[in-house]
C-alpha cells in the first residue's frame, strides 16, 4: 500500500468512526451513584445572569392539562436530582432509549445535579427532543424551605443551567428553565408565591410511574400496565433518570409500547401546556393528597439532606 492510500483509508476510518461516536452515547463510571467525590459548595455563579419576570398569576400546581378536541398527547417527564450529601447517578438507558425512539421528554433537573453530570448536561441540552425544567439546587423541600433558601435553591439552579450552556458553547441568549418540579411534590401557598415571583411554573404529574423498583422485567410488566390504566390524554407521567429508583428503562419501555399501540404521542411539558387548559390544585401529592406528608422527616432538616438548614449563604 502507498503512504498516500494509506492516509486516505486513515481519514476514511477517522470520519467513520467520529459519525458514529457523535451519536453514540456510552454509559462511563461518571454516570453511576457515587462516581465523584460529593461537592456542596454553592455554584460559582449564585443568581442567573438572566432573571425571569414574574408571573401574573399565581396559577398553583399543573397535574395535567385538559385537551382541547381530541388528541391523545401526553408528557413524559423525568426528574434528576440528588441531595445536599451525596451524588446520584445518570440512566443512560433511559437517555440513550429515548434517543433512539426520538420521543420528546422533559427533564426536571436539580442545580447539583447538572454540575455532578455536567458533560452529559452539555449533551442533553444539544439533544433537541430534550426539554430541561428546575428541580431546586439540591432537592430542598418547598414546604419546609425558608424564603431564603427556597429562593436560593431556585436561582442557583437557573445560574448552574447557564454556566453549563456557556461551557457547552451554547449561544445562551436568554434561555433558562421556564418550569419547576417541586422536590418530593411538597409546597406550601407561601412557596408557590415564591416560585410564580421567580418566574417558573410549577409541573407536578397525574401519573407517578415507577412506583420503586422495576428491575424484574415481569414486575416492570405488570407496573406497567398500571400506569397505562391511569394514563389519560394530556397525562404528564413522573419517572426518575437518576439511578433512583432502578430499572426504569425496563418500565419506560413497556409504558411506550402500551401507549403508542393505543395512540397516544410524546410531546413536552411546554407543548402539552399549548394543547390546553392546566389542571391545578394547591397542594402537591403523588397519588391522593397528603400522601408525600410523611417524607419530611426522611430527608434531613429540610430535604436536602443535610442536619443544618439550608440557607442559601454560601
Ligand atoms: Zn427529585
Redesign the pocket.
Known sequence: MTRTKFFILLCVFICISSIASADEWTQNKFDSRRAITNNSNPPERLKPLHELMPLTSNEGIIRRVKISGDIKAIALTF???ELDTRTTGCDMNVINFLREKRIPATL?M?GKWMRTHSERVKQIMNESIFEIGN?NWS?GNCALLSPEGLNAQILWTQAEYELIREEAGIDSGDAVPLLF?L??GRSSENALKIIAELGLRVIQWDVAAEAGDNTNLNRAKSNAKRVAKMTRPGSILLF?A?LVPKGTVNLLREVVNILENDGYIFVSVSELLRMGEPETVRDGYFTSPKDNYMLDKKFGIDGTGRRTRFTGKP
Open positions: 426528574d434528576m436530582c426536571f436539580g428541580h432537592h418540579r422536590p418530593y426518575h437518576n
